[in-house]
């Protein structure tokens, strides 16, 4: 096995901001608007780095796609820890319309060039809230598939995993290699240290297309309207 | 006519975009006329929006390490700092632990090359300092003292041995340490200090005897860094450790100002420092100025934190609190009262990362120090004393925070050179006639 995992790290809007929708409805303002991590990709990268930290596995590979500026994001996942990084250039109209068919498509790409022994991903983004881009990939590679991850042990070959689902807590025990997503609860991302995100300059981050790995990224969707959701009306007492 | 074919063309795209350009563009025919031709020349610049939040694009300036840093570190301070600073302040309790977490974090020392610490750019170490401060300038001043009062001096004027021995330590927050320059008798004059050194060459060591007061850190510290006059009149740095006999550091109690840090005094009876301990590469008062102008430099970005937080405070409650049927932030006197703030924030931030960038490329002088800790100090001040007014009786409750930041600020603004005493510094610069003192 080759001890190398990917982990997905999606740029989304920061959580904290006030999301206002574009005066023409075809989406939301996101210039000069505040980016960061997707928190539960946060979440899956601190899984990533401590089961290196355990030396469960050997190399920890960050990816994103999007726009030049998904390597900010990258290059947080290099200052918690992550190896290397690959950064799936993807702008323009194309990024507007990137959904989870398509980066699924990738990362199954990504995932069987680089030999990958395991997926980690955060179990949905907080821009869409699709929660299908892990179950897609493990679909498209036919890998055993671990969503809502809330504790995750390596037993040689298999991995135990405690999934949170809406009636309690579920335990399987899935093969290798295979897709997981992360939860909320599985671990509590570490800060970035001065010297780790000092030392992520120096990490590499490799750039390639969509095309480079077989992959047509025109959507099957098209966006209509996005408008706000109808104003709170006062209560009565 | 040029103008109209160049219009029809523009229109028959059903675009709405394009008519918009089309009508902007009716002004001058030949900006029409290119407008039409040149579809692939990119569009005209898109309007700038001011951001009251960083009006002058701070951010544009930092390079991206430095946003990643400043992001982390606010992320700490944000959700492990801000959440204990309400009951630490009110019952005067100081965590040791942030110096651990902080430790952890890489932040102690940060400019500091090897031994551990993290080697990061000045302009990185004001916007920790802002950070932290943003929290409460008790957190900062502990953060400071250990990075500028006592790594800084160690890493500057030490033996490789002292260096070896105190820095790993040190940066991990393993050990405390503090700086001991300020006595009873001699805040702004330390050059007429009573602490005195003795050499002993029967057993090499000194013997120093005297007090230190209003020393941050002193009651919890493991060593202090203490100036010390010795026989040849000449003031000298000597490495204190607790334990020494003779060595006592008592709190000093009814504080008003930063009580989420310790502070206390140094008393030393006769306490023998063996003289491995000696800070061999600097004599006179340079070498407390040097550790006390490192340490303002962070302070002059660190007061803007705190009246960052005062500030944004101050905006949310006068938006939120309703009165005569209009939010309180509508009414004229408030707005004013705003835009002072924010004019004297931006404006202050960016003369310290200039400050920074200079400092880091060693083109930095003291008194640029000296100008820009009385300015920060100053002004923040004034914001949070402001802003306290703008909460009116809300203002003085402790959950509020921002009687908290006016307590400290004052403490902020007398140490590390009182604002008179900064305003000396300049004037000397200035006019070349020194008065300090009354003699010539």
């Keep these: 096995m080759s001890g190398r995992v990917l982990v997905g790290v999606k740029r989304v809007i920061d959580y904290a901001v006030k999301i206002r929708v574009k005066p023409d409805n075809t989406g939301v303002v996101t210039d000069g608007v505040k980016h960061s991590m997707n928190p539960f990709c946060e979440i899956a990268v601190e899984e990533a780095v401590k089961l290196k930290e355990k030396k469960l596995i050997k190399e920890v590979v960050a990816v994103s796609c999007g726009p030049q500026q998904s390597q900010e994001t990258i290059r947080t996942a290099l200052a918690m820890g992550a190896d290397r990084g690959i950064h799936v250039d993807v702008s323009g109209k194309d990024y507007e319309n990137l959904g989870p068919l398509q980066v699924s498509k990738i990362l199954a790409a990504l995932a069987k060039q680089e030999d990958a022994q395991l997926i980690l991903l955060g179990k949905q983004a907080i821009d869409d809230d699709c929660n299908q881009t892990g179950q897609m990939t493990a679909a498209l590679l036919d890998w055993p598939q671990g969503t809502f991850a809330s504790e995750v042990s390596l037993e040689g070959d298999k991995i135990n995993l405690v999934r949170e689902i809406d009636g309690g807590l579920e335990h399987i025990k899935i093969n290798t290699p295979a897709v997981i997503t992360a939860d909320l609860r599985l671990n509590t991302p570490r800060y970035a240290t001065l010297p780790n995100i000092m030392k992520a300059k120096k990490k590499k981050i490799v750039t390639v297309k ?28 | 006519m040029a103008l109209r074919s160049a219009f029809t063309r523009l229109l028959s795209n059903s675009r709405m975009s394009v008519a918009v350009t089309a009508s902007r563009a009716q002004g001058t025919a030949v900006a029409a006329q290119k407008g039409a031709e040149e579809a692939k020349k990119p569009a005209k610049p898109a309007k700038v929006a001011f951001n009251w939040r960083d009006a002058l694009n701070l951010e544009g300036q930092l390079t991206e390490e430095e946003i990643m840093i400043r992001d982390s570190f606010r992320d700490y ?24 977490e902080m430790g952890e974090l890489g932040v102690l020392g940060p400019t500091i090359k090897g031994y551990g610490c993290a080697g990061t750019s000045y302009v990185a170490y004001g916007l920790i300092a802002r950070e932290v401060e943003r929290v409460d300038s008790g957190y900062r001043s502990v953060m400071s003292v250990q990075s500028s009062l006592v790594m800084h001096p160690i890493n500057a004027y030490g033996t490789a041995a002292q260096k070896e021995k105190y820095l790993p330590r040190l940066a991990r927050g393993e050990i405390v340490g503090c700086f001991g320059l300020t006595e009873p008798n001699h805040g702004s004059d330390p050059s007429s200090m009573e602490t005195k050194a003795k050499y002993n060459p029967s057993s090499g060591t000194f013997t120093i005897s005297g007090a230190k007061t209003w020393i941050t850190n002193s009651p919890v510290a493991d060593i202090a860094v203490v100036w010390a006059k010795c026989e040849d009149g000449r003031v000298r740095g000597f490495i204190l450790e607790r334990g020494m006999k003779g060595f006592s550091t008592p709190k000093i109690e009814g504080k008003f100002s930063l009580r989420a840090s310790a502070t206390g005094m140094i008393l030393m009876d006769e306490v023998e420092v063996p003289e491995e301990n000696l800070l061999p590469n600097v004599s006179g008062l340079g070498g407390p100025f040097g550790c006390l102008n490192n340490a303002r430099y962070g302070i002059a970005w660190g007061a803007l934190g705190a009246a960052e937080f005062c500030f944004h405070a101050a905006r949310q409650y006068t938006l939120d609190r309703i009165q005569f049927g209009v939010p309180l932030a509508r009414n004229q006197l408030m707005q004013k009262k705003m835009a002072d703030m924010l004019t004297e924030i931006t404006i202050g931030l960016q003369s310290c990362l200039y400050l920074g960038r200079l400092v880091d490329e060693k083109k930095a002088a003291p008194e640029m120090i000296s100008m820009l800790k009385r300015n920060s100090c100053g002004k923040a001040l004034d914001i949070a004393r402001q802003a306290r007014d703008m909460l009116g009786g809300n203002g003085i409750s402790d959950e509020y925070h921002i009687i908290r930041h006016v307590m400290n600020l004052e403490a902020v603004n007398t140490y590390e050179g009182t604002h008179d005493i900064h305003a000396l510094i300049l004037g000397r610069a200035i006019t070349g006639l020194q008065s300090f003192t009354v003699e010539n």
């Design chain 1, 210 to 237: 969509p095309a480079d790995l077989g992959v047509d990224v025109t959507s099957r969707l098209e966006v209509l309207k996005v408008e706000e959701p109808p104003q709170r009306q006062a209560g009565r007492v």
């Design chain 2, 77 to 100: 301070c944000q959700e492990k700092l801000m959440p204990r600073v309400l009951m630490a302040n009110r019952h005067e309790h100081f965590h040791r632990e942030i110096v651990s």
